[in-house]
């Protein structure tokens, strides 16, 4: 079994940054790529960026520029730093992993998320 576990989120002022962090844990085998998606209320659940274990990286539009990805291979972790938050940004976020395990083939997995809220 695999768990993705989520922590960081938070309310933040506009302008403001968060940190989230996103540790897998279990029978790993190895894990490839690495992600975060957010969905806010009544929208559609998004893109915001991910990382491939070399550490090629891709963002959502939205974001680009003013969020980074980044992971930790011997941690099993992603991180998602985030700057110059918008209100627009508001969403619950979840980080997601390609993991392969000791009996099962390459799945995804998801974390339970974590709420971010810029407001002032």
């Known amino acids: 079994q695999v768990q993705l576990v989520e922590s960081g989120g938070g309310l933040v002022q506009p302008g403001g940054s968060l940190r989230l962090s996103c540790e897998a844990s279990g029978s790993i085998f190895r894990i490839n790529t690495m992600g975060w998606s957010r969905q806010a209320p009544g929208k559609e659940r998004e893109l915001v960026a991910t990382i491939t274990t070399g550490g090629a990286t891709n963002y959502g539009g939205s974001v680009k520029g003013r969020f980074t990805i980044s992971r930790d291979n011997t941690k099993n972790t992603t991180y998602l730093q985030m700057d110059s938050l918008k209100p627009e940004d508001t969403a619950v976020y979840y980080c997601?992993?390609?993991?392969?395990?000791?009996?099962?083939?390459?799945?995804?997995?998801w974390g339970q998320g974590t709420q971010v809220t810029v407001s002032s």
């Open positions: 997601y992993g390609f993991v392969v395990t000791s009996s099962r083939p390459l799945l995804r997995y």
